[in-house]
C-alpha cells in the first residue's frame, strides 16, 4: 500500500526561529495538502501543494508565514516561520491515493512541534 | 466553501452497544463523504466514505448514511468494542467536489467503556 511520511516526527523550537517539514509520497500524485492540528482540536486545511505552480493558501494563512515547496510529483516542505508558541501544532501532509482502485486521501504520521 | 458540522462532540456508550455520529455540510456540490478514525497520537485513517449516489454503505460493524437533500451524514458503529475508541472525524470537500481537498468536522471524541 502506498506510503506517505513526514521528517521530522517531533520538534521543539525557540520563538522567532523557522522549522521546515518535509513530506514524502511513494508515488507520484498531482496534489499534495499541508493540515495544522492544534492540541485536541479538529484538521485544518492549510494550503494545496501544486507541482510547477505557488500553492494555494486557505483563508487565514498566508506565503510568507507558511512557505511551501514543491519541487517533484512525491515531495513537499513547509516552513513554518518566525514561530511563536500559537504555532504549536501537529503539521500533517496528505494526498490522493489509488486504493481498491478508488483515490482515497491519505494522510502522513505528522510532526508535532513545540514552540517555546 | 463547504462548512461542516459534527455532533457530539464527546460520546460514551457501554461496549455491545451502538454509537451514533452524525454531520452536515453546506455545499449542495459535495458528492464525496468520508469518516476518518484518529487514535491517540496517530495519524488520520479512513475508515469508510460513501459518494452520493448512494444513500448508505456498510463494512461490517460500520455504516454510513447520507441525505443529500437535507445534507446531512451520520456514522453508525454497531457492537461497539473498546478499541473502538478514539476520536472521529466527517469530511466533506470542497470546490468541485473532488476527494483531494476535505473540510474537517470538529471531531467527536468516542469512548467505549468495558
Known amino acids: 500500500s502506498a506510503v506517505i511520511s513526514q521528517k521530522p516526527s517531533r520538534d521543539i523550537c525557540q520563538r522567532g526561529t523557522s522549522l521546515t517539514i518535509q513530506c514524502q509520497v511513494d508515488s507520484q500524485v498531482t496534489m499534495m495538502f499541508w493540515y495544522r492540528q492544534q492540541p485536541g482540536q479538529s484538521l485544518t486545511l492549510i494550503a494545496t501543494?501544486?507541482?510547477?505552480?505557488?500553492?494555494?493558501?486557505e483563508s487565514g494563512f498566508v506565503i510568507d508565514k507558511f512557505p511551501i515547496s514543491r519541487p517533484n510529483l512525491t515531495f513537499s516542505t513547509l516552513t513554518v516561520s518566525n514561530m511563536s508558541p500559537e504555532d504549536s501544532s501537529i503539521y500533517l501532509c496528505?494526498?490522493?491515493?489509488?486504493?481498491?482502485?478508488?483515490?482515497?486521501?491519505?494522510f502522513g504520521p505528522g510532526t508535532r512541534l513545540t514552540v517555546l | 466553501g463547504e462548512n461542516v458540522e459534527q455532533h457530539p462532540s464527546t460520546l460514551s456508550v457501554q461496549e455491545g452497544d451502538s454509537a451514533v455520529i452524525k454531520c452536515t455540510y453546506s455545499?449542495?456540490?459535495?458528492?464525496?463523504f468520508p469518516w476518518y478514525k484518529q487514535e491517540l497520537g496517530k495519524r488520520p485513517q479512513l475508515i469508510i466514505d460513501?459518494?452520493?449516489?448512494?444513500g448508505e454503505k456498510k463494512d461490517q460493524r460500520i455504516a454510513v448514511t447520507l441525505n443529500k437533500t437535507a445534507k446531512h451524514f451520520s456514522l453508525h458503529i454497531t457492537e461497539t468494542q473498546p478499541e473502538d475508541s478514539a476520536v472521529y472525524f466527517c469530511?466533506?470537500?470542497?470546490?468541485?467536489?473532488?476527494?483531494?481537498?476535505?473540510?474537517f468536522g470538529q471531531g467527536t471524541t468516542l469512548q467505549v467503556k468495558p
Open positions: 460513501i459518494r452520493s449516489n448512494v
Open positions: 455545499d449542495s456540490a459535495s458528492n464525496y
Open positions: 496528505s494526498a490522493p491515493l489509488l486504493a481498491g482502485g478508488r483515490n482515497e486521501q491519505f
Open positions: 501543494a501544486n507541482q510547477g505552480s505557488e500553492a494555494t493558501y
Open positions: 469530511a466533506a470537500p470542497t470546490g468541485s467536489g473532488n476527494t483531494g481537498k476535505l473540510i
